[in-house]
């Protein structure tokens, strides 16, 4: 099965094909020529061997006329002189003329070359033909042609020419035999000659312009078929493009059997836009071109694949299984993994998959939405991932779907929330800071949660703005803070695909004339697991302004030391999972946590818990050197107007204490 674009190259089976045909018509024709030429020549050959004959004959007879009828001629005493009889002789022999006779006015002969003088008298036979000659002073030429055994063919003509006397006046007939063979078949070998090259120069004559003419219409063929062929293909990758899989997929479904069954594999390249904003657009087709060679390296010769995006795959395969899908996919999400390097620069990508195997009457369409639901499962549970469709899934879309029309909404009208949560000292409780969250109601006044809408606004390419707008609220709000309440931010890792996050997030802290000292942003893993020196150069320039960076989650995600070392991180916050675990096994979670805690003392890390929601989890991180508490026991997130009286009244229920 062809999956890929072919090269060009011409149809030389066809092309023999046609110059077969186009040679058999030449034969033909030349064929035709020959036959035609030949009677041609036959005819010509015949016409000039008797006017050959004609003038042989004539000139015979006007020398018998001179020679003989001159000195009391044969025809007029019916005598023969020695003289006369050498020159029959001669003419016999000079003239080719094998036998004569003479014939009187009347017809009949008067000598024959065979039997001499012959008496003539009044009762004698008429010869009609020689008395017609002598009568109408025309010569009369018949020509004989005759096969002879050996193949060889004599020509004789029998001529009936007029004798004149001196005076002109016919005065017999007389009747030749001429052999013209040798003129014969000289005139037919020159012909024959002009026969057979004339066909031949015929022959290349038409035969060069058409052969010509063939090549190129075959040239032309050939162009076009390539052509029709390309337009199936992607031009990048090679692979099928979106219209020949529609087109293949509606033949494949409706062939199908009752008991075979399709799978359609939708495959998304994770985070290829922010790699080819960041290595531009060669590199980025260098990407896509390795990533289509993977997986069709990774397909089986039933299975087709078509490039129907800009970093959007499909693959589809006929009589499969679930298993078969199953590992199809496990096999592409390897292949995607290994690094990939071009011209000094090295990308490790990865790919969301989403699947379905098609039930028996499932449409075309119906399965591809399917496949399409299961990616963006895939892509909303962390990428890098294979899922498989679920009913549960179209609810879920309708939902994303109502999720981003609001995020659009919010936008526009400016109408979300930020909510602040207090960060206090373990060994006073005081508040040092708040933790601006983003809040976002859906039009029937219901939250939704920002682990929800935040990954949708991602997918949509809303989060930059979102972000920023947020930071712009959170300092108007915090400036009013006392100063040493810091102010935190979440940043999400799309926020830095532009690459320019850290000049934005100057601009606006310098318009809003807040201390930079006082601002701490909050990443996360997933931004620096594509280990990419643009994410790095922007935590540079953040840091550079006095911002401290925060990682945010600690313990979820990969955990990497490394990480914390490379990036030089200010804080990091371990995440409330490890608290919440505490209930049901306390002594494992309260482990983890200490040495998370106790690893940021050691490396000159602040650590600050989350989630810390009742009495017990303070008595037991009370034990640990942390830096700061957040949770539900020190304060919800609350709006932008609670913050200071909630400030102030901490500050008054310290200093009472
Ligand atoms: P996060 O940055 O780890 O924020 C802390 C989350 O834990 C908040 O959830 C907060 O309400 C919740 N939390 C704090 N203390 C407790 C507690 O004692 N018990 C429980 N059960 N929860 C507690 P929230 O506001 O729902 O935010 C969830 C996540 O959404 C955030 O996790 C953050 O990753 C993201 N997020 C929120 N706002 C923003 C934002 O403005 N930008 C970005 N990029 N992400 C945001
Ligand atoms: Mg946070
Ligand atoms: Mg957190």
Known sequence: METSAPQPRL???????????VVAVLVLLTGGIIVTVNQIIGQTVYHAVKEHAAAGAMDWANRFNADFSGSGGLLRNGTLSADQMRVIDAAILVGNVYAFIVYDREGRTVYSSDFGLIDVDANAAVNTGALAVAQSGVPDLTVIQRR??????????????????????????????????????????????????????????????????????????????????????????????????????????????????????????????????LFGHEFGDAYLQHIASQLKACIGPNDYLARVGGDEFVVVCQETTDDRLEALAKDMLNAAREPFSHKGTTVQGSLSIGVRLAEPDETTTDAFHAADLALYHAKANGRNCVRTYFPALDAALTRRCAIEARLRQALEHDDFDVHYQPIVQPK???????????????????????????????????????????????????????????????LSPAQFQRGDLDNAVEAIVTELDFPSARLDLEVTETLLMGNEESVSAQLVGLKQQGISITMDDFGTGYSSLGYLWKYDFAKLTIDRVFLEGLEFAGDRYSDIIETIVTLGKKIGIQ????????????????????????????????PADETLTHCAREARSHSAA
């Open 428 to 490: 006073d409780r005081a508040v040092c800071g708040f933790e601006a969250l983003l809040r976002l109601n859906d039009n029937d006044g219901n939250p939704i949660s920002p682990t929800e809408f935040i990954p949708v606004a991602e997918d949509a390419g809303l989060i930059h703005d979102l972000g920023l707008r947020t930071l712009r609220r959170a300092i108007c709000v915090a400036k009013v803070w006392p100063d040493h309440v810091f102010l935190s931010v979440n």
């Open 11 to 21: 149809g030389y089976r066809a092309f023999g094909r046609k110059l077969a045909f």
């Open 607 to 638: 650590v600050t818990v989350e989630g810390v929601e009742t009495a017990a989890h303070t008595e037991m991180l009370d034990q640990l050197p942390c830096d700061q508490y957040q949770g539900f026991l020190f304060g919800h997130p609350m």
């Open 148 to 277: 002879n055994p050996s193949g060889s063919v004599s020509v004789y003509v029998d001529a009936l020419v007029p004798a004149k006397g001196p005076d002109g006046i016919v005065v017999g007939t007389i009747q030749l035999y001429l052999d013209k063979s040798d003129i014969s078949s000289l005139y037919k070998r020159v012909h024959d000659w002009i026969g057979y090259l004339l066909p031949a120069v015929c022959a290349i004559v038409y035969a060069v312009p058409a052969a010509a003419f063939i090549l190129m219409r075959e040239k032309a063929f050939t162009r076009q078929e390539h052509v029709r062929k390309l337009s199936m293909y992607d031009t990048l990758t090679g692979v099928f493009n979106r219209q020949t899989m529609t087109t293949k997929c509606k033949k494949m479904f409706a062939a199908r059997t009752p008991d075979s069954r399709i799978g359609v594999l939708f495959i998304d390249v994770d985070k290829f836009k922010g790699v080819n904003d």
